[in-house]
T-cell receptor, first 117, second 115 residues
């Protein structure tokens, strides 16, 4: 039973298209994240939600829009895809709120590899 | 500015030998330090953390890390490396500035354990 599952695993699309990646966690965690890992394996946080409330919104183009319908789900929608959006996108979750030390023990999904042609 | 550095892009070690993956940090206030591992084509997995207490922290898969306050380091160690330890290792520190306490990540160190 996968703890953090994201779909699709692979996504190949053309520039200018709109696409979504979905994420679900069954761990009962309060906080969920989206990370981007580029071709050099550099990891960058994009967004974080705590109990459906946006708490981290890094410098990300507004073509990227996260949505958290409930605390177990965090989806990422990307408009007008660009070549530079090609990367692996990881969803993660963590327990409790932002203050406790456990808040930084993240459980990651397996990743969604986005290729923009 | 708060930051974390992993000075080695790649570490090579023979199977059975001890391994060390280095990490240094700069943070305001008390450091909360973490190690994560990423196996090929997988998401990151939590290995261990230092919050307070003993400077030597034990984690998953036989890994441990030593917190050294004077050297602002948190090196990852294992007494005897396995080929299956070959992976990408990330050090992270909690950002104590601001309210969201996000993690600040190192650039990763690729560990290759040779049979």
């Amino acid at each position: 039973d996968t703890a953090v599952s994201q779909t699709p695993k692979y996504l190949v699309t053309q520039m200018g298209n709109d696409k979504s990646i979905k994420c679900e966690q069954n761990l009962g965690h309060d906080t969920m994240y989206w990370y981007k890992q580029d071709s050099k394996k550099f990891l960058k946080i994009m967004f974080s939600y705590n109990n459906k409330e946006l708490i981290i919104n890094e410098t990300v183009p507004n073509r990227f829009s996260p949505k958290s319908p409930d605390k177990a789900h965090l989806n990422l929608h990307i408009n007008s895809l660009e070549l530079g959006d090609s990367a692996v996108y990881f969803c993660a979750s963590s327990p409790r709120g932002v203050q406790g030390a456990g808040a930084n023990v993240l459980t990651f999904g397996a990743g969604s590899r986005l290729t923009v042609l | 500015a708060q930051s974390v550095a992993q000075p080695e892009d790649q570490v090579n070690v023979a199977e059975g030998n001890p391994l060390t993956v280095k990490c240094t940090y700069s943070v305001s206030g008390n450091p909360y330090l973490f190690w994560y591992v990423q196996y090929p084509n997988r998401g990151l997995q939590f290995l261990l953390k230092y919050i307070t207490g003993d400077n030597l922290v034990k984690g998953s898969y036989g890994f441990e890390a030593e917190f050294n306050k004077s050297q602002t380091s948190f090196h990852l160690k294992k007494p005897s490396a396995l080929v299956s330890d070959s992976a990408l290792y990330f050090c992270a520190v909690r950002d104590n500035a601001g309210n969201n306490r996000k993690l600040i990540w190192g650039l990763g160190t690729s560990l290759a354990v040779n049979p």
